[in-house]
């Protein structure tokens, strides 16, 4: 059975709150902990949203996984670590020396619970994206490291607690990977980090045993394909103003130029300045004014990332920037449904009136709303029915009842939930 304990010890909580909320001291945090908590706030990470990056396809993942050397040493890892994790409640996680998710098992309900704070395969848990978490930080300080509840930077990972243990190639001493142990606090227990540092140990000398020498090491590194360049991220779900983070930093943009990357972003064929001025205001306005403001946001561009400075004739990005509903769009393209709804924190900039956010906005929404309805289990249409989204879909809501087994005790609920929706709608 999968144990999560939800709360994590008051004082830490408040200390979490003091140090990260409010920017004050306190104590009872150990050095290790704070020096992390300062490292991610001093990179501006959201404690309150999960944004691991997503470097790989399906098909790109395998292949890297392939030709990865922690492949090598699976055997050993499975049979010390994650044949037992099944019946300990836990979930072990295999990742590179970026810190990327490559191989995730072990109990099967916790796993799914991971998914909505998108600890998944192919996710990148480095330090520096998703802040404080065991896996990361070890690969930051190089060592093994146990991280429980609210010592976590995020929030959204204070019900877990983890341990991790960096894998060194035992010919160079380079860090290849990390081992990481996830769940409840049992993940972060005294006996726990012993555990993973002998199956480390284990992994670390079945690599010497197979001679991964330099010479191994170069004869394959022409059959690995090499990870790409993550792309930087705009994120523009649930809020009324965007976010960007790349490899050179992360900023806020205003509404405004929020709107105008979003939409470069999508239509990555270009715009020209009268369809960008359509798409951005309700009412028409001289290309003179979006001319200034496309001045403006290279400005703003030039100091966050300036590979990102639109281009004109038409108005294109040179790069890819991905954003976070393109994030949700491949999850559901994927069958992925329970990751891709908690991935959605909201609409499109939901304040914003610019017609073609609106338009894009209701694509979303409608893509993930009719991919649930079509396939999505019942757990997961019954967590989107709770969304303020659907709070009053009767469609959802009834689809929800037509999946319940007959005798589910969540019927009731539902029944009562369309008996309101019919009274307050009429």
């Given amino acids: ?19 990260i909320g409010e920017g004050v001291r306190a104590a009872g945090i150990r050095p290790l902990v704070a020096a992390s908590w300062k490292r991610s706030l001093d990179l501006h990470l959201d404690p309150d949203r999960v944004n691991p990056g997503f470097e790989f396809d399906d098909d790109d993942l395998r292949e890297y996984r392939d030709g990865h050397p922690m492949s090598l040493v699976l055997p050993t890892i499975h049979s010390l670590l994650i044949r037992h ?17 490559l191989w995730i098992d072990g109990d099967r309900t916790l796993r799914r619970k991971a998914e909505g704070m998108l600890f998944v395969e192919g996710a990148d848990w480095s330090e520096a ?25 995020n929030r ?36 726990t980090l012993p555990l993973v540092e002998a199956a480390v140990a284990a992994a670390e000398s079945e690599l010497r045993i197979r001679r991964l020498d330099d010479s191994r090491s170069r004869q394959r590194m022409p059959r690995r394909r090499a990870a790409p360049v993550a792309a930087p991220l705009l994120s523009v779900l649930g809020t009324d103003v965007g976010r960007i983070t790349s490899g050179s930093g992360a900023a806020e943009l205003s509404a405004r130029h929020a709107e105008i990357l979003t939409l470069l972003a999508w239509h990555s064929e270009g715009l020209s300045v009268d369809r960008l001025a359509a798409m951005l205001y309700d009412h028409e306005v001289s290309v003179v004014t979006l001319r200034a403001e496309m001045v403006r946001l290279r400005k703003v561009l030039e100091r966050v990332d300036p590979s990102l400075v639109p281009l004109s004739r038409p108005y ?28 959605y924190t909201g609409g499109v900039l939901p304040t914003s009136n610019a017609p073609g956010i609106i338009e894009l906005r209701d694509e979303v929404s409608s893509r993930l709303r009719d991919a649930l309805l079509t396939d999505a289990s019942v757990d997961t ?9 659907a709070a009053y879909d009767a469609e959802v809501w009834r689809q929800c009842l037509r999946l319940l087994p007959p005798k589910s005790p969540k019927r009731a609920s539902v029944v009562a939930r369309l008996e309101r929706i019919e009274a307050d709608l009429g």
């Fill in 1 to 19: 059975m999968a144990r999560l304990k939800a709360a994590p010890p008051i004082s830490l909580r408040r200390a979490h709150d003091a140090v």
């Fill in 85 to 101: 994790s099944f019946d300990a409640g836990l979930i072990v996680a295999i990742g590179d020396e970026a810190g990327r998710l």
């Fill in 129 to 153: 994206v998703v802040g404080t978490s065991a896996p990361g930080t070890a690969l930051a300080l190089d060592h093994g490291i146990q991280i429980q509840g609210a010592e976590h930077f």
């Fill in 156 to 191: 959204i990972v204070h019900p877990w607690s983890c341990t991790a243990v960096p894998v060194h190639d035992p010919s160079s001493g380079a860090v290849l990977g990390v081992i990481d142990i996830t769940g409840g606090a049992d993940a972060a227990a005294p006996a």
């Fill in 316 to 343: 294109r990005l040179s790069r890819r920037l991905e954003l976070d509903a393109h994030r949700v769009l491949a999850f559901l393209d994927r069958g992925a449904h329970r990751v891709a709804l908690g991935a």
């Fill in 381 to 389: 249409l019954l967590a989107y029915a709770r969304t303020d989204e």
